[in-house]
Structure formats: C-alpha cells, structure tokens
C-alpha cells in the first residue's frame, strides 16, 4: 500500500464495533440451542483510496479465519434460522505494486437463513449476512516511487452485507456438520501511518475502499 503524499488525520473512533458485538452477542444468548468450531477462508478483490490522493489503486483479498458458531436453529425442521459467528482473522491485501498489508483482527457476522429443503436431518437454507469487523496489520519494507524504503501500519473497520447458502446436517446424536458458501460486499474504513525509513519521519493518513469476497465455511455444531 504505497503512499507518498503527507497528511495529517486524527485516527477514527472503531469502538462501534465493540457495542455491535456486545447488543447481537445479549440479545440472542437466550435463543442459542448449538455451538461449535467453524474456519472460513475468502478471497476476492476491492478498490481502496488514501483521502490525501483522492486516487483509487485496486487491491486482492486473501483470508482465513477460525472461530465460535452459535446456531438457534440445528438440523430441525424449521423455516428460520439464526447463525453469529465469532472469530479471529489474517486478512492480506496486496495492492497493484506487489505491497502487501499482512493484518489480523476480530469478525462478528450475523446470517440469517430461510429454509429451502427442512427435514429432521437435515435443512438447507439460503439467506443475508450482515459483517463487522476490526483490524490491525503492516507491511514488509518497501520502496516508494522516489525510491525510498517504507513501512505502512494500518486500523481498518469493516462492515458489509452479502448472501450466504448452506446445508445443516445431523451426524450423531448431538452433531451437527454446517458447511456453507456465499459472498460478501464489503465497506473499508481506516488509518494508515507511513513511515519512510531512510529519513526516519512518519506521517499519517485516511483511507477507504470497497471489496468483494467469495467464501467457504465449514463448522461442526454440538447441541
């Protein structure tokens, strides 16, 4: 993520996140019935711009991600289910001159999912997500375009939307195999410092973007 412009911004407030987390993880504690482990890995690509520039640069997206399942619904007859996830993710973005942002954050995602085939074992079911979440990474050393080595340390919040399908199928007595596939459209917001390494200065900058991912999951519910 090669920056070469100065600026100076004060760092956005991300906390947001926190109370989103906090609300859907209250108000759906009652309704849990089954939980478990789940990965999830994506890719996909996007556009970012630093505020200084008002210049876009293309992006590719690179992620996996492991965490907690809770599911209100199982393998049971229903036309509805409720499924948040919660966990930790490595998230790349490699930009058009081969710099790489190695980050690592927390995700929250809420899917809702409306039943298509229901029988007691097994459903599928297709329906929307709603996405949070929060980063924090930096890049290798790079050169900049006067030839400079450089450093670039990032925040990033995202939230987006998508659609998600999958199948719940009953494996024991107590077991439940949760694969699912879908894409995310994704909102970025952040900032960025950029240290340049030769004149031992720093400065700070804005940026925002948009990405599109497509995703697998697998997760393994026990109720």
Request: glycine letters at 10%; aromatic letters at 12%.
């Amino acid at each position: 993520m090669r920056h070469t412009k100065r600026t100076t911004r004060p760092v956005r407030n991300l906390t947001l996140l926190c109370a989103v987390m906090l609300a859907s993880s209250v108000g759906q504690a009652e309704a849990v019935v089954a939980m478990g482990p789940y990965l999830d890995f994506s890719s996909g690509s996007g556009k970012l711009e630093w505020d200084s520039d008002n210049s876009d640069f293309d992006v590719d997206t690179a992620s996996a991600a492991v965490g907690l399942s809770l599911d209100a619904t199982r393998g049971e007859q229903a036309n509805f289910n409720y499924r948040l996830n919660i966990a930790i993710e490595g998230q790349n973005l490699k930009d058009e001159s081969d710099v790489t942002m190695k980050m690592g954050g927390i995700i929250l995602e809420n899917v809702f999912g409306f039943a298509l085939i229901s029988k007691p074992d097994m459903r599928w079911w297709i329906g929307p997500l709603l996405r949070f979440a929060l980063y924090s990474g930096e890049t290798d050393d790079y050169h900049n375009s006067y030839g400079e080595r450089c450093k670039t340390e990032a925040n990033l919040f995202e939230y987006g939307a998508g659609m998600a399908t999958g199948i719940t199928l009953k494996v024991g007595p107590h077991a439940y195999l949760a694969p699912s596939a879908g894409v995310r459209f994704i909102g970025t917001s952040g900032t960025g410092t950029i240290k340049n390494l030769d004149l031992h200065s720093q400065y700070d900058d804005d940026f925002s973007g948009n990405l599109t991912n497509f995703f697998v999951y697998f997760s393994l519910l026990f109720d």
